[in-house]
C-alpha cells in the first residue's frame, strides 16, 4: 500500500503532506500519536485518515517511507568512497535531528512482536508497509544506486546488503541506543575505510546479498 | 541508579524480579506499561515501584540492564572467533524472542528526543542509566571480555567499539527493522567472518575506542 504514489495530485498532496508534517510534529513534541490525533493537528477529517492510511501504523510507515525515501539523495561525487562518506554523513545528521529520529524511534516501537526475519531458516521478509521496514526501503535503494553508479565506472563495491550490515547499522545503533561517537566525520570515514577497503581484495568472496 | 545491585536479597530480590518480569510480561502482551500496571502485575505497591524506579523509563533501564547483562554468558570456546560466533548467535537468539525483542523496543522507543551522541564534536554519552543505553550496557562488557580472553591468548583482537558496530549493530538492525536474512548460521558466520579476518592485517591502524 503506498497511498501518496496511488492518489498524486493537488488537494491529495497537500493533506499528505500535512497529515505526514502532524505525525512527526505529535512525535517530536512527545505527544500521542493517534488518528483523531494527527487529524485535528492536520485539520482534516479523522473518517479520511483512515480510509486512507487504516491506523497508526500504516501513518507511520507512510510517514517513514516517505522521509526516509526522499531525504538523502544519492551523491554522485564521482567515486565509491567519496559517494558512502557524502550519504553516511548525511544519515548521520538526519538521524541526529528530533523530528527524524523520533520517526525512528516510533517505526520501531511499531514493529512486530514476532519477528520473522531472524528465525534459523526462515527467508520471508517483513511485511512490506510495517513502519519499521519501511524506515530502510528508501535506504536500501540509495544504496543500490550508489554501488550500481560505482559498478558502472568499473569500481569493486561490496553488495547493498554489507552497506546496510557495516555503514547503516552501526549508525542507527548509535542514534536509537545513545552510544557516544567522536565526531560524525571520524565515524563515517573509518566506517567506509572498513567497507571499501576489503571490497576489492574479498570481492570473489561469498556475500549475504 | 543501580537499585537491583544496592538492596540485594531476599525479599527486595523477590520483588525486582517479579516487578522485571510485568514489565516484559505487559511488553510482550502489547499492554501500556504503566508504574500502577506494573505494580498490580507484580503484586506490590505502586508507590513501592516509584520510590525504588522513578518512573517507566528507569522500570525499562533497569529491566534492560538485567536482562541484556546477564542473559548471554561469555562462552569460553578457546578462540575469538568461536566466542564471537557463539555470542553473535545468542544475540540473535534472544532479539528473536518476543520478550527480549519487545524491552528493545520499548527501550528504544523511550530513548531521549534530542542526541548529544550524535553531533559533530560532541563526546558526551547518554545518561548511563538510560533505557536505551542499558540495552548495550551488558552487551559492552561481554565484548571486552572476549577481547580481553583473545588477547590473554595472544589472538589479535579488534576494539570492542568494533565489535558493536559490526557484530551488535547488523543484529540489532536487522531484529529492530525486520530485514530478512537466510539463516541465523549464514548471518552470524559472515559477520564474525568480516570481523576477524582483517583485525591480524589491520591491528595497527586507527581504532574508534
New interface residues.
Partial sequence: MTPTMARPGGRSAKVTEAVHRAVVELL?E?EPVTVPQVAARAGVNATSVYRRWGDVNGLLADAALVRFGTSAAVPGTGSLAGDLRAWGSAL?DE??R?EE??LL??A??A?????????????????PD?A??A??TGRSSQAEAILAAAAARGEQAPSATRV???L???I????????????????VE??VE?LVA?AAAQATS????
Fill in positions: 517530536a512527545g548521520v538521524a541526529a528530533p529520529l523520533a524511534r516510533a520501531v516501537a514493529g512486530p512482536a514476532d519477528p520473522p526475519a531472524l528465525r534459523a531458516g526462515s527467508s520471508a521478509p517483513a511485511a510495517s519499521c521496514s524506515c530502510l546496510l550490515d557495516h547503516v547499522a552501526p542507527y545503533l548509535r542514534a536509537l541506543f545513545g552510544l557516544p561517537a567522536p565526531s560524525v566525520e571520524v565515524l573509518l566506517l572498513r576489503p561469498s556475500e549475504l546479498g
